[in-house]
């Protein structure tokens, strides 16, 4: 149990960094300059429509697993033990008068 609850911990925090960095990567829809002026700019690799469709599925099932491993992870801390946020406080006397 530990060595997968740490394995998704590490999965998640992947999934994470990736994630930022495919949002990061991506371009507005007014990219640039040229774009304005009915240009394809700087985007000759993949064609104007290319990087937006791989960017937009990378974001899409990035997202998705994002979402599905946070839900996992709630379940599996949840199960790992019943510990109370309070179970190690100690309740204090009231001040007497």
């Known amino acids: ?8 911990v590490f999965l998640f925090v992947v999934v994470c960094l990736f994630l930022i960095g495919v ?3 991506q371009q507005g829809k007014s990219a640039d300059l040229a774009s304005a002026f009915g240009g394809q ?4 690799a993949f064609g104007p429509r290319g990087t937006a469709n791989l960017f937009t ?9 994002f979402m ?3 839900i996992v992870l709630t379940v599996m801390f ?3 033990g019943s510990h109370s946020v309070l179970s190690g406080t100690h ?3 009231p001040a007497k008068k």
């Open 41 to 44: 700019g700087t985007q000759t």
């Open 1 to 8: 149990m530990t060595f997968l609850l740490y394995f998704t």
């Open 68 to 70: 599905l491993l946070a």
């Open 78 to 80: 949840s199960r790992a």
């Open 23 to 25: 949002v990061l990567l």
């Open 57 to 65: 599925r990378l974001t899409t099932w990035s997202a998705v697993l």
């Open 91 to 93: 309740l204090s006397q």
